[in-house]
């Protein structure tokens, strides 16, 4: 039993040890984007990204989280809009409107407290194109080291990828009616 315990106790270590290396090796930025063709003007969609109510009725992150608690500053749409939001899944941070070019670009900043402080660039891009518009969400940013163990275990590209996916597929579907 206690030659199993042992063995078990070295694996496991080796285990850890793996990953602790590994993650060591990523780089210390990282960047998540997702594109979708949407049949609408970017003047139709930009609305529904610059304006923080708007961009809540799509955004996937609080449909992971419908009781999540938002507390809008006195500006919701254009730079200088916030709202703070504190969730069981969502977490707990800050979303602020830094920037907008009507109507191709609205680039936002995510404060996030908990579960894991982090500062990350979130970049709504939209090309017009001959048949729709072209929209890309990025989010980029720092990675700690602590981030870089939680990318390697966990995937910060498969975490964030999937809802990008979806929440860009139910803005296409919003702008789309």
Known sequence: ?????????????????????????????????????????????FPLIDD???FNTWN??????PDSKLDYAAITAGRGASYTFA????GTGR????DDARPSRVDMMLHMEKPMEAHNRIVFDLQPRENGTDVSWTMSGSRPFIGKVFDAVIGMERMVGKPFEQGLSDLKALAEK
């Open 87 to 90: 969730g069981g899944k969502a």
């Open 1 to 45: 039993m206690l030659k199993f315990l042992m063995w078990t106790a070295v694996i496991v270590a080796v285990g850890i040890g793996g990953v602790l290396v590994y993650a060591s090796t990523l780089p210390d930025e990282f960047r998540i984007s997702r594109t979708v063709r949407v049949n609408a003007p970017a003047e139709r969609i």
């Open 95 to 98: 979303i602020e409107l830094t």
């Open 52 to 54: 923080l109510k708007a």
């Open 60 to 65: 996937p992150f609080l449909k992971m989280d």
